[in-house]
């Protein structure tokens, strides 16, 4: 698919979809259907090198249209498996079901996963460019407000954005004691001023 030039998105639809329908495993075919997807994203560089395409976590933000996608054809296909429960708590195949796999129709899988990629480009990635702008600005100011390794001060940022803007009391009487109530405050109003807004 790749050598004649398929849409990436199509490519990977018809790859992990065709795959999850084999279930070849006994454990891990939804893991391993979910990466295939950003496989063949990055390797077709429909997504920036380097970078993780958001798309999996966002068919799991969709989990009843994912299941209803993936019973779209398996479901049908009940009818003609001859099956039984094996011993191991899984299933054993009495019939030969290859040709029931092997030119499958993925038009419900594309249309699922085209859906899927253009919520990720339209609102999943420009909300995580803007969290991580507004992240690298506050952690800024706040290594300008107080000195403190990256980390801590990630920590810091962490907590007060949990606790809807205030730093806990357990947090301030342990990992951040040696702050001041003046340096707290500063703190917590940089962090709510940056992420105002931010949904």
Request: charged share 30%; hydrophobic share 40%.
């Amino acid at each position: 698919m790749r050598d004649d030039d398929v849409d990436p998105v199509l490519q990977a639809a018809v790859t992990a979809f065709g795959f999850v329908y084999i279930h070849p495993l006994q454990d891990g075919n939804g893991r391993l259907h979910r990466c295939l997807v950003h496989h063949v994203l990055a390797e077709r560089k429909f997504s920036p090198p380097g970078m993780v395409f958001p798309v999996s976590s966002v068919m799991l933000d969709r989990i009843d249209d994912y299941r209803a996608t993936l019973q779209s054809h398996s479901a049908p296909l009940m009818a003609y498996i001859d099956w039984r429960p094996s011993p191991c708590r899984n299933v054993e195949i009495l019939n030969d079901t290859g040709d029931l796999y092997r030119y499958f129709v993925c038009t419900d899988a594309a249309t699922f996963l085209y859906q899927r990629v253009q919520r990720t480009v339209e609102h999943d990635l420009p909300r995580e460019i803007d969290y991580l702008r507004r992240h690298d600005e506050a952690r800024r100011a706040i290594m300008d407000t107080v000195e403190m390794p990256d980390r801590l001060a990630d920590d810091l940022l962490m907590f007060i954005r949990q606790n809807n803007g205030a730093l806990p009391r357990k947090r301030r009487e342990r990992e951040f004691e040696k702050l001041t109530d003046q340096e707290i405050t500063r703190v917590e109003a940089i962090i709510q001023d940056i992420f105002d807004g931010f949904a």
